[in-house]
Antibody, heavy 114, light 108 residues
Framework: EVKMVQSGGGLVQPGGSLRLSCAAS????????VNWVRQTPGKGLVWVSR????????SYADSVKGRFTISRDNAKNTVYLQMDSLRVEDTAVYYC???????WGQGTLVTVSS | EIVLTQSPGTLSLSPGERATFSCRAS???????LAWHQQIPGQAPRLLIH???NRATGIPDRFSGSGSGTDFTLTITRLEPEDFAVYYC?????????FGGGTKVEIK
């Protein structure tokens, strides 16, 4: 079965840091671009960042540029999202996702609150 | 930034009916890199269509995508009970990637 399993997330104070992980299962993630997408409760999907196969092409939404860092370890079949200088408005469910092979992670809740 | 406008915002239909969703882009989508995702409340989204018209693995053939350039359509030929959900289009041809606001399909 092709899937991506997420870990990390939780409650953090404003200004704090968290790292999300997204581990691929049933396929080799090194062949594919991976995105991070977030969703606040009751709202739509918002793209956050993406990384290409070998990590040489990376892009971010303006809202997270300079604070979030996407990376990948193909040997571990895993992609990461390091989130620093977190703000209350970063509170959301975060998903990793690929267009190919067409997989979404299960989502992980990040809550930024004092 | 490419803005995606989905219409209608809500569709009220009965099981067995045909559903048609529109996604209009503010500028041409590179290489027709347009995807459709389905999200059932409380669940993660699921990819239905990529490249405007290619069904993802395991997606039933009642789902089809069409269109090019700035105008795209998702069609469900006969609604099944499990199809009542929110549908999002997404362009992934240029950064920043963007999503439409979604179309909710509710039971009439």
């Amino acid at each position: 079965e092709v899937k991506m399993v997420q870990s990390g997330g939780g409650l953090v104070q404003p200004g704090g840091s968290l790292r999300l992980s997204c581990a691929a299962s049933g396929f080799t993630i090194s062949s594919f671009w991976v995105n991070w997408v977030r969703q606040t409760p009751g709202k739509g999907l918002v793209w956050v960042s993406r990384i290409n196969n070998d990590g040489s092409i990376i892009s971010y939404a303006d809202s997270v540029k300079g604070r979030f860092t996407i990376s990948r370890d193909n040997a571990k079949n895993t992609v990461y999202l390091q989130m620093d200088s977190l703000r209350v408005e970063d509170t959301a469910v975060y998903y990793c996702a690929t267009i190919l092979p067409g997989t979404w992670g299960q989502g992980t809740l990040v809550t930024v609150s004092s | 930034e490419i803005v995606l406008t989905q219409s209608p915002g809500t569709l009220s239909l009965s099981p067995g009916e045909r559903a048609t969703f529109s996604c209009r882009a503010s500028q041409s989508v590179n290489s027709n890199f347009l995807a459709w995702h389905q999200q059932i409340p409380g669940q993660a989204p699921r990819l239905l269509i990529h490249g405007a018209s290619n069904r993802a693995t395991g997606i039933p053939d009642r789902f089809s995508g069409s269109g090019s350039g700035t105008d795209f359509t998702l069609t469900i030929t006969r609604l099944e009970p499990e199809d009542f959900a929110v549908y999002y289009c997404q362009q992934y041809g240029s950064s920043p990637l963007t999503f439409g606001g979604g179309t909710k399909v509710e039971i009439k």
